[in-house]
């Protein structure tokens, strides 16, 4: 099973582009950290943050374009995923992704633009834009299954 559950800030405003047919793809940084603490022995272990690089594509995509700023809490669910290519000098650089499944926005809607609405890869659209509309949001649902194995455009 290839499962990853983030929750943490958003880096940067998340870039979104439109690939095949108008396909929303979004690509978005995540820091997530784990707080210090200290040892029965009394040493210290400082605080630690990581940064992950996530893909959004489709519904979830849109969403993140309309919604999601910098410095937006998100709760992500989705994937790793593992590629490579080649740089300049020909040697093989690799990465890793989170292709994302679900996605909920877990910032307060006072402090930011986002309507905390909870978003995954299989649903409508027309419940994400009645969780914004309406400014209920928490617990509205969509979703996009279909991550396709191809080259981002970023």
Same mark, same amino acid.
């Given at each position: 099973m290839n499962k990853v559950m983030l929750i943490g800030n958003v /880096?940067?405003?998340?870039?979104?582009?439109?690939?095949?047919? /108008?396909?929303?793809?979004a690509r978005l940084t995540l820091a997530?950290?784990?707080r210090g603490y200290t040892l029965q022995n009394g040493t210290q272990v400082p605080e630690r @943050? !990581? %940064?992950?690089?996530?893909?959004? %594509?489709?519904?979830? +995509?849109?969403?993140? !374009?309309?919604?999601v700023h910098k410095g937006d809490k998100l709760y992500i669910e989705g994937r790793i995923h593992y590629a490579? #290519?080649?740089?300049?000098? =020909?040697?093989?650089?690799?990465? @890793? !992704?989170?292709? +994302?499944?679900?996605?909920?926005?877990?910032?307060?809607k006072q402090a930011s633009s @986002? #309507? =905390? +609405?909870?978003?995954?890869?299989?649903?409508s659209s027309?419940?994400?834009?009645a969780a914004s509309n309406s400014g209920a949001g928490q617990g509205q649902t969509t979703s996009d299954a279909g @991550? !396709?194995?191809e080259?981002?455009?970023f």
């Open positions: /880096g940067r405003d998340p870039e979104v582009r439109y690939v095949d047919q /108008g396909q929303a793809v997530t950290t784990e @943050t !990581e %940064w992950h690089n996530v893909i959004l %594509w489709r519904k979830l +995509a849109e969403v993140v !374009e309309h919604y490579s #290519y080649d740089d300049k000098q =020909g040697k093989r650089q690799f990465y @890793t !992704e989170i292709w +994302a499944d679900n996605m909920e926005m877990l910032t307060p @986002t #309507y =905390g +609405a909870t978003t995954s890869a299989a649903g027309s419940s994400v834009a @991550t !396709e194995d080259p981002l455009p």
